[in-house]
């Protein structure tokens, strides 16, 4: 599959720093612990290609990895249990809206929540601005595996009522593998693969 090709390419801190707004990108976000990065490793098959975003003191960057020439996948690294100083926080939602906005080449969000808690505030406010920007959107309910399968129904069917035609939702798990395949659908389909 196509997600294979996906390496790093570089942080952006600032608007102005972004590449050229050409070809497609999608963009990922999810809170902070909610299994971001192992949703991306588990749908480029690597094992490493994530923890870029996890360094400390980085969270106020986009990650770009770039799939095939001019098409990217933007990694948007969530909040962490740590305070975030208001204003710190405030110039980054700047930023996140501003880029869902303007950014012509982004097609679609991708947002990743563990399915024991959906829709907690942050990903409300990032589907808002997705949608403001008019960008298709996605939720992963990831962790799925820490749930029973009637359990799991259950939370897919809450979100996806809670949402709407805001967002499609799936269920995914990184550890056994579940919606894996879906979820590059959804990501193959966005960056015309
Ligand atoms: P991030 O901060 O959103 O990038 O989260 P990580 O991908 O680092 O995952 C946070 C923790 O959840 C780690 O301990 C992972 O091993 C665990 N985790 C991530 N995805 C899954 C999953 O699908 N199932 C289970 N059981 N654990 C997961």
Redesign the pocket.
């Known amino acids: 599959h196509p997600l294979r090709a996906t390496r790093y390419v570089r942080s952006v801190h600032e608007l102005k720093n972004l590449p050229p707004d050409v070809g497609r990108e999608v963009a990922i976000a999810?809170?902070?612990?909610?299994?971001?990065?192992?949703?991306?490793?588990?749908i480029t098959d690597q094992n490493r290609l994530?923890r870029t975003?996890?360094t400390p003191g980085r969270t106020q960057q986009l990650n770009y990895f770039e799939v095939a020439p001019e098409k990217f996948l933007v990694d948007l690294p969530?909040y962490g249990y740590a305070k975030v100083p208001p204003a710190l926080r405030a110039h980054w939602e700047g930023l996140i809206d501003t880029f869902f906005r303007t950014r012509e080449a982004l097609k679609g969000l991708v947002v990743?929540m563990d399915i024991r808690h959906p829709l907690r505030d942050f990903d409300l406010q990032m589907l808002g601005y997705g949608r403001a920007g008019g960008l298709h959107c996605h939720c992963l309910l990831?962790?799925?595996?820490?749930l029973p399968r009637g359990q799991q129904a259950k939370a897919l069917l809450e979100t996806r009522r809670a949402l709407g035609d805001d967002a499609t939702v799936q269920l995914?798990?990184?550890?056994?593998r579940t919606g894996v395949e879906e979820a590059r659908a959804v990501l193959e389909r966005w960056l015309a693969l």
């Open positions: 999810g809170r902070s612990n909610a299994g971001k990065s192992s949703a991306i490793n588990a994530a975003s996890k969530g990743v990831t962790k799925a595996d820490k995914f798990s990184a550890e056994d």
